[in-house]
């Protein structure tokens, strides 16, 4: 069975930090490509970053270029390191797997295509 399993969201003051992992288990690790999406309550789920495997490319969506990175331990987890963190960040982050290589566009518009998700880490920014 595949999982992905989020953790490390909580609540944290505007300008503070946080980092979430995405645990993955039941494929192998290096024939998928991971990208985390957010979802605010009455928005559309957004892309907010992905790393490709094969060429390392790491993508991050416009509204948080600069303040989020995301690595992996190349083993079975990936990060989403987030820091000086505003209200409108605040959303439920998921992390969801595509068959290598991903498809950026996918990730850009919200994650259509992926292939498995996990459950979500809610992110509560209060300013």
């Known amino acids: 069975e595949v999982q992905l399993v989020e953790s490390g969201g909580a609540l944290v003051q505007a300008g503070g930090s946080l980092r979430l992992s995405c645990v993955v288990s039941?494929?192998?690790?290096?024939?998928?490509?991971i990208a985390w999406f957010r979802q605010a309550p009455g928005k559309e789920r957004q892309g907010v970053s992905c790393?490709?495997?094969?060429?390392?490319?790491t993508w991050y969506g416009d509204s948080v270029k600069g303040r989020f990175t995301m690595s992996t331990d190349n083993a079975n987890t990936v990060y989403l390191q987030m820091d000086n963190l505003e209200p409108e960040d605040t959303a439920v982050y998921y992390c969801?797997?595509?068959?290598?290589?991903?498809?950026?566009?996918?990730?850009?518009?919200?994650?259509?295509?992926?292939?498995?998700w996990g459950q979500g880490t809610q992110v509560t920014v209060s300013s």
């Open positions: 969801a797997a595509q068959r290598a290589p991903i498809t950026l566009t996918a990730v850009a518009i919200g994650g259509f295509g992926m292939d498995y």
């Open positions: 039941g494929l192998t690790f290096d024939d998928y490509d």
């Open positions: 790393l490709r495997h094969d060429d390392g490319l």
